[in-house]
Nanobody, 126 residues
Framework: QVQLVESGGGSVQAGGSLRLSCVTSAYTASKAWFRQAPGKEREGVAAIYSGGTTSYADSVKGRFTISQDNVKNTLYLQMNSLKSEDTAMYYC???????????????????????WGQGTQVTVSS
């Protein structure tokens, strides 16, 4: 069992930045950030795989960056140019590296990840 603990959430004005962190109790081949806003389905935001391959939701491309420090077993999500629609609970997830593709595009799907953190709230005010 892998434990994940997120931190770094908070309240920020539109246009601002936040960096989320997720400490994992062990190395895993894939990690991702998901988010869920009230009344909406959980959405895959960004994922990173062994070898450094990354994937992003179209809504955050160019604004968010996922990275990891394998020595510290820590996953990061740098979020810039935040918008009110980024407001959500953000969850860290870890998996064994399996991926899901649709028409050749890598999709960040929650069923590809086995371990989940408790979440950290991000609120962006306009």
């Amino acid at each position: 069992q892998v434990q994940l603990v997120e931190s770094g959430g908070g309240s920020v004005q539109a246009g601002g930045s936040l960096r989320l962190s997720c400490v994992t109790s062990a190395y895993t081949a894939s990690k991702a950030w998901f988010r869920q806003a009230p009344g909406k389905e959980r959405e895959g935001v960004a994922a990173i795989y062994s070898g450094g391959t990354t994937s992003y939701a179209d809504s955050v491309k160019g604004r968010f960056t996922i990275s990891q420090d394998n020595v510290k077993n820590t996953l990061y999500l740098q979020m810039n140019s935040l918008k009110s629609e980024d407001t959500a609970m953000y969850y860290c997830a870890a998996g064994d590296g399996r991926t899901y593709h649709v028409n050749g595009k890598l999709i960040i799907r929650d069923t590809s990840f086995d371990y989940w953190g408790q979440g950290t709230q991000v609120t962006v005010s306009s």
